[in-house]
């Protein structure tokens, strides 16, 4: 065996599962874009503030309006299953013609509108560009 050898790369971060799969979303708010910073100080004690990356990070708040209690048990389940995990997964939004890869921001809001029709409000981050 040589100095160097065949190592395979598997890809840092994959989706499991994807958005698309679910009911479709009702309605998306408008996103919220970011970049991250990094701050430092100087022997100074200046604060230098500057952006990590010229990526805009997207931060979308996705909505199911007037869905069945079978439709709300299915994005339940797909939620619980990523969220405490932190588990990635695929979503397209309504702007975009690829997948993009997300994962859950925020706790649900599941809300009751009648006996068997409900309201599902959650928020996602973009995790790659």
Same mark, same amino acid.
Request: proline share 7%.
């Given at each position: 065996? =040589? !100095?160097?050898?065949? @190592?395979?790369?598997?890809?840092? $971060?994959? =989706?499991? =599962?994807?958005?698309?799969? !679910?009911?479709?979303?009702?309605?998306?708010?408008?996103?919220?874009? @970011?970049?991250?910073? #990094?701050?430092?100080?100087?022997?100074?004690?200046?604060? !230098?503030?500057?952006?990590?990356?010229?990526?805009?990070?997207? @931060?979308?708040?996705? $909505?199911?309006?007037?869905?069945?209690? $079978?439709?709300?048990? /299915? @994005?339940?389940? *797909?939620?619980?299953?990523?969220? =405490?995990?932190?588990?990635?997964? !695929?979503?397209?939004?309504?702007?975009?013609?690829?997948? /993009?890869?997300?994962? *859950?921001?925020?706790?649900? #809001?599941?809300?009751?509108?009648?006996?068997?029709?409900?309201?599902?409000?959650?928020?996602?981050?973009?995790?790659?560009?």
């Amino acid at each position: 065996m =040589g !100095l160097f050898a065949k @190592i395979s790369i598997t890809p840092e $971060v994959s =989706g499991v =599962g994807s958005l698309n799969t !679910l009911p479709p979303v009702e309605f998306v708010r408008q996103p919220i874009y @970011i970049r991250e910073k #990094v701050i430092s100080k100087t022997e100074l004690n200046y604060k !230098l503030i500057r952006v990590k990356n010229v990526i805009l990070w997207r @931060i979308e708040n996705i $909505v199911w309006e007037n869905i069945s209690k $079978v439709n709300r048990d /299915l @994005i339940v389940a *797909f939620y619980d299953s990523h969220f =405490g995990q932190d588990i990635p997964f !695929l979503w397209t939004p309504p702007t975009e013609s690829s997948a /993009l890869l997300f994962h *859950f921001s925020s706790q649900m #809001v599941d809300s009751k509108i009648n006996p068997n029709v409900y309201s599902i409000n959650v928020e996602i981050e973009q995790l790659t560009p």
